[in-house]
């Protein structure tokens, strides 16, 4: 039987959902790619819900296959309305010739 080729489509990497990523990727039922559509706080950034910057102390890419579609928002950030911006996402859809696509986290 072959994997069910699933895409799973988020605003940038969150550190609650990459040991989520890492197990899916180990099932052989499943052939995941993650889609991401900015770097968000990959590097490290201010939050200010904790009100200071903040860095993973985890690899957040690490264990599955990822990649980042490109962000043409002219002022980029997951946190903001029209800070994520990717008409390409259609495309990287159509090509990957995924069988399912799940809609991770909160996307404005």
Not at 68 to 80: A, G, H, M, T, V
């Amino acid at each position: 039987m072959m994997p069910v080729r699933l895409a799973a489509l988020i605003s940038h990497p969150i550190q609650y959902f990459a040991p989520l990523y890492r197990e899916l990727a180990c099932r052989p039922e499943i052939a995941l790619t993650v889609l991401y559509c900015t770097r968000g706080s990959l590097a490290g950034a201010f939050d200010s819900g904790f009100g200071r910057a903040i860095q993973w102390d985890t690899p957040l890419l690490d264990g599955y296959s990822s990649r980042f579609i490109e962000n043409i928002s002219l002022r980029p950030d997951p946190q903001r309305f029209w800070g994520v911006v990717n008409p390409a996402v259609i495309g990287v859809l159509r090509r990957g010739n995924f069988d399912a696509l799940g809609c991770m986290g909160i996307m404005v």
